[in-house]
């Protein structure tokens, strides 16, 4: 319509306008709108030529077959989306440096943008180190065997993270070995990750094996955290390299918390999707010694979080776990009823 | 070591004891602790028969070559992980009804279990009709005509909840052609969504259609919703069906509400996994009608959720906001300063 022909109509004083024709959906309109005259249309109709602004169907009434009544004025530009409304030509779509959300693939799409540059899935090789580390598919066990939990469930989180997990195997405890290893993988990985040995002259071979690959190699090697102190972080050839400590629970507890953010960064993302957390009330006081990093698994009960406690050995203390809280370094421990961030594993 | 050898020894009146042999990783003891000695053995290696307690070798020193000093007492028990400590024979591994989760693999890897039966993924097929509508891929679009946006954002939100997306393609405002169209589906869907042509008369030919496929058939057309106020449950055949609001920022916003935790459902997760949320204090006032659930898309800014206007159909809020904030229905609006939970887009 023409907002024109609505100036000054009320209840009292109605307008009467003719309806001159109608649009179709996904066609180029063959009617125009005069004084006087109106034209149908859907929601997301093209307007017709000579409208400026658009009633909607519910806010008119038909007077006799073929004309309208209008009681409420219309102001120009009224129920119209200009077609540069929603991206102006030469507007960002979609910004750099995060995974491409739902919406960014329809905005995509609504642009006609069928093809984009994105960044390659970083491939992580990932080691598992030790004589006494067995296939996971190892029916029977002989004594002093353990089968390897930590490989199945690192591919996870690599995943998880965006990377490409490229299966290491298992490498036992031979100096040669793993330093052979690693040399192979550095030339097709674009990060490297090895849980190692638990045993301490197993963890020294691991950082001796890595130190010798070349600059600028060992960054550094311990970590404030429990658990996880035994965490190795290295370089070489441009590599990031990850020595993980030996028992399943703290790799993964430590990957969560250094790996996935390098995985993330390694493959171009600088903002990094966020955590799921939750706010609980802490069940019980937590201990914590000044200048380390505690990870605490807890369970979700009531609104209150539940600390798990065991071995710190124990896979089961984690697959028990809705999520876990962190005790910071600067804390001596929190006392029972704080209210803290549950970060949930999901 | 025998614990006993070590009761009453102190800094005072150190214990000696003769190191009989090494235990080695992943092999089984061929050496025994007797009265009197020990045994030297690394983290996870086997308990040599006679021990019933570890020491750590930080605890000793060396007296003379093959003979240890102690002078802390030990506990039996102490230092020694039984083999069924982390789950004993019989044990749940990992409930069903959730995703497997990283330490899940890890926990079914280290019990030797290769193989689980999983749910299938959900079958979802998405159809996106009106006459208007145009592949992505469409090059030059004619008046009145728009690109597909909300067929590819649905596939991710699908696979995103586990489910298998299968495009239905775009279906013209045609009676019998959604009606062919969705009989055809039913057979190979476990679940089915519509994107519905934007106008009413397109939305009344959806229902249409939809109640034609037999009982139970439509269960609601209309939700307390906003975007999302013209959402269709159905149900035809065992198969649940949803009917979305013709634009896509409407259709995306009910289908993250309903359409995802239904996915979830239909693929057998009884405890589906948290949202991400982070709190924040809102900008400024949010006004809402009681009776109605409002989502106001934000972006995030030093602590504070500022709401993203425009009007309803633009995908551009989607895409500059950082999550959503609900205005649940009893609430007549949110003041600006309140504290609310932002479920961020990832």
Redesign the interface.
């Known amino acids: 319509m023409r907002a024109a022909d609505t100036y000054g109509v009320s209840d009292g004083l109605p307008g009467y306008l003719e309806v001159a024709g109608a649009?179709?959906?996904?066609?180029?309109?063959d009617v125009a709108v005069g004084p006087g005259t109106v034209v149908s249309m859907?929601?997301?109709?093209?307007l017709p030529p000579g409208a400026d602004a658009v009633i909607m169907?519910e806010y008119t009434q038909e007077a006799m077959p073929g004309t309208i009544e209008v009681t409420r004025p219309v102001a120009p530009g009224e129920g119209i989306?200009r077609a540069d409304?929603?991206?102006v030509a030469g507007a960002e779509?979609?910004p750099a440096g995060r995974?491409?959300?739902?919406?960014?693939?329809?905005?995509?799409?609504?642009?006609?943008?069928?093809r984009v540059g994105v960044h390659a899935r970083p491939r992580v090789t990932a080691f598992s180190t030790?004589?006494?580390?067995?296939p996971?598919?190892?029916?029977q066990?002989?004594?002093?065997?353990?089968?390897?939990?930590?490989?199945?469930?690192?591919?996870?989180?690599i995943t998880?993270s965006g990377g490409e997990a490229a299966p290491g195997g298992i490498i036992p405890?031979d100096r040669c070995a793993l330093e052979n290893a690693l040399r192979t993988a550095l030339g097709s990985s674009d990060m490297i990750v090895i849980s190692a040995?638990?045993?301490?002259?197993?963890r020294d071979e691991t950082a001796a094996a890595v130190a010798r690959l070349g600059p600028p190699g060992i960054w550094c090697h311990g970590l404030a955290i429990r658990p996880g102190k035994p965490t190795l972080l290295a370089e070489a050839a441009g590599v990031p390299i990850i020595g993980l400590p030996?028992?399943?629970r703290s790799a993964?507890v430590v990957f969560r918390l250094i790996g996935m953010p390098l995985v993330r960064r390694v493959g171009g993302c600088t903002k990094p999707?966020?955590?799921?957390?939750?706010?609980a009330r802490l069940e019980r006081d937590l201990a914590s010694a000044t200048g380390r990093l505690d990870v605490v698994q807890v369970r979700l009960r009531d609104g209150l979080a539940v600390p798990v406690f065991g071995?710190s050995?124990?896979?089961?203390i984690?697959?028990t776990a809705d999520g876990y809280v962190i005790v910071p370094e600067e804390a001596t421990g929190l006392d029972a009823g704080t209210e803290v961030d549950v970060t949930?594993?999901?």
């Open positions: 649009v179709r959906m996904g066609a180029e309109p859907p929601t997301g109709g093209v169907v989306v409304e929603d991206a779509l979609v995974p491409l959300r739902a919406q960014d693939l329809g905005m995509l799409a609504a642009a006609g943008v069928t030790g004589d006494e580390v067995v996971p598919g190892t029916a066990l002989r004594p002093g065997q353990v089968r390897d939990a930590t490989a199945s469930a690192l591919a996870a989180l998880e405890d040995g638990s045993s301490v002259g197993a030996g028992n399943p993964l999707p966020a955590e799921p957390v939750v706010r071995l050995a124990l896979l089961s984690l697959t949930l594993y999901r």
